[in-house]
C-alpha cells in the first residue's frame, strides 16, 4: 500500500495551491478518502473527506467554502483544491484511507500518504 501526496509548497496569502494524493495497492474506490494536517506543535486535524464514489464530500469549519476535495478513480487519485490561503493553513498535509468509524478520527484510517508541506506566508 502507497499513497504519494504531492503538490505542496510556499505560497503567498490569498494564494492558491493543489494537492494530489496517489493511491497504489489497495481497491482506492471501495474507500473514504481524506485529507488532514499538521501544524508545528498541533495535533493532526481533519480537513476534508470524499466517499467511494466521489459524489459526497465533508470539510472542517476552517476550510469550507475555500477548499475542495476530489478524486479520479480511473487515476487512483485524491486531490484538495485550496483556495485564499491563509497563514494559519500552513501545516503538512497527509492523505489517508478510511477502514470505518468517524471520519474526524485518526483511528478510523488505516492508510497513511508521508505528507507535503503547505507554507502561506508573505
Known amino acids: 500500500v502507497q499513497l504519494q501526496a504531492s503538490g505542496g509548497g510556499l505560497v503567498q496569502p490569498g494564494g492558491s495551491l493543489r494537492l494530489s494524493c496517489a493511491a497504489s495497492?489497495?481497491?482506492?474506490?471501495?474507500?473514504?478518502m481524506s485529507w488532514f494536517r499538521q501544524a508545528p506543535g498541533k495535533e493532526r486535524e481533519f480537513v476534508a473527506a470524499v466517499d467511494g464514489s466521489g459524489g459526497s464530500a465533508y470539510y472542517a469549519d476552517s476550510v469550507k467554502g475555500r477548499f475542495t476535495i476530489s478524486r479520479d478513480n480511473a487515476k487512483n487519485t485524491v486531490y484538495l483544491q485550496m483556495i485564499g490561503l491563509k497563514p494559519e493553513d500552513t501545516a503538512v498535509y497527509f492523505c489517508a484511507a478510511r477502514w470505518g468509524g468517524t471520519l474526524t478520527d485518526l483511528a478510523s484510517y488505516g492508510f497513511w500518504g508521508q505528507g507535503t508541506q503547505v507554507t502561506v506566508s508573505s
Open positions: 495497492g489497495f481497491t482506492f474506490r471501495r474507500y473514504f
